[in-house]
């Protein structure tokens, strides 16, 4: 008897430009599953109605992106710790009695793409431009990794004032344009969508950046974005948002197929389509 098709997919509106299927498909090939992954379009207002139909039509789960990942925390029967925290579902595994779990995976990926880069705290402050989604799994990662002291750079204050009193006083508030911010820390991320392609570009003073603080971009596109330039060109250590994106896909991955997957330069060539 041949083993039934595992089925995943990626909702988002609009969902063409995801590169989760093309990143599952190779890894499907490469492990020699039998299983799909498709883009599929789900308009805001249906996504409760079609995340109940997953278990009828024998899904093992889906990957959510923009506008579903907040919406989505209302709808499943079950949320995992760090989609609570995070505020945000990325991942719905449809468990075998029919309920869905929410979890959230960017946390984790984030990490894999610092760990990736050697990042160490070494007792440190981290710097966060953002306030949003992003932001909030960077926030919940660094946490769980002990850093000491957050300081959050962002445009609406009260924004990132909500921050401190949800996760406590190891996160501080300061403006986005606070270059005195940078002074003495280990780490920049950038969390907010400034400098992606289509969106404003992102003007960042680094004079106060230590020269031995990594730098890293949740935007990757471009991959290599005017911060990450900027950052290389005055000795910085740089880390791109792609290894992000590849690391937080590995637990969905293993939930929908059973196979826990490796994130190799051979898959950022191919995601990337130069490979
Ligand atoms: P979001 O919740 O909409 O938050 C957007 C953030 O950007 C907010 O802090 C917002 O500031 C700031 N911002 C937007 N336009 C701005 C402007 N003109 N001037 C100053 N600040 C501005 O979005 P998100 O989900 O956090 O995503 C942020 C970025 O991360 C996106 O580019 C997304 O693609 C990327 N991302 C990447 C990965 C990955 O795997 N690499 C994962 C998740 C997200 P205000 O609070 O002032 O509005």
Redesign the pocket.
């Known amino acids: 008897m041949t083993a039934p098709l595992l089925k995943a997919g990626v909702m988002g509106w609009p969902i063409e430009h995801s590169l989760s299927p093309k990143l599952h498909f190779y890894w499907l090939q490469k492990y020699n599953i039998q299983g799909s992954y498709l883009p599929i379009a789900v308009a805001p207002e249906q996504l409760g109605v079609v995340l109940k139909t997953l278990y009828l039509q024998g899904y093992s789960g889906v990957n959510l992106t923009?506008p579903h990942?907040e919406a989505a925390l209302q709808i499943v029967d079950h949320v995992d710790h760090n989609a609570l925290r995070i505020g945000a579902v990325n991942t719905v595994v449809v468990r075998e009695d029919g309920t869905l779990e929410g979890r959230n995976t960017?946390a984790y990926?984030?990490t894999q793409n610092l760990l990736s880069a050697g990042y160490k705290s070494n007792g440190k402050p981290a710097v966060i431009?953002?306030?949003?989604?992003?932001?909030?799994?960077a926030i919940v990662a660094l946490l769980d990794m002990g850093v000491a002291s957050i300081r959050i750079l962002?445009?609406?204050l009260d924004?990132?004032e909500v921050l401190v009193e949800e996760f406590g006083s190891e996160l501080s508030v300061h403006a986005?344009n606070d270059k005195a911010a940078l002074k003495d820390v280990s780490l920049l991320v950038n969390?907010?969508?400034?400098?992606?392609k289509g969106?404003?570009p992102l003007v960042i003073d680094l004079q106060h950046l230590p020269k031995d603080a990594l730098v890293t971009d949740?935007?990757?596109?471009p991959l290599m974005t005017d911060l990450l330039k900027q950052a290389e060109a005055r000795g910085n250590k740089i880390v791109d948002?792609?290894g992000?994106?590849l690391h937080?896909a590995r637990p969905a991955f293993e939930a929908f197929f059973g196979v826990d997957p490796d994130v190799t330069p051979e898959l950022r060539r191919y995601v990337l389509g130069d490979a």
């Open positions: 923009v990942k960017d990926g984030f431009l953002g306030a949003g989604g992003a932001a909030r799994a962002n445009r609406t924004k990132a986005l969390a907010t969508s400034l400098g992606l969106q404003p949740m935007v990757y596109a948002g792609l992000m994106l937080q």
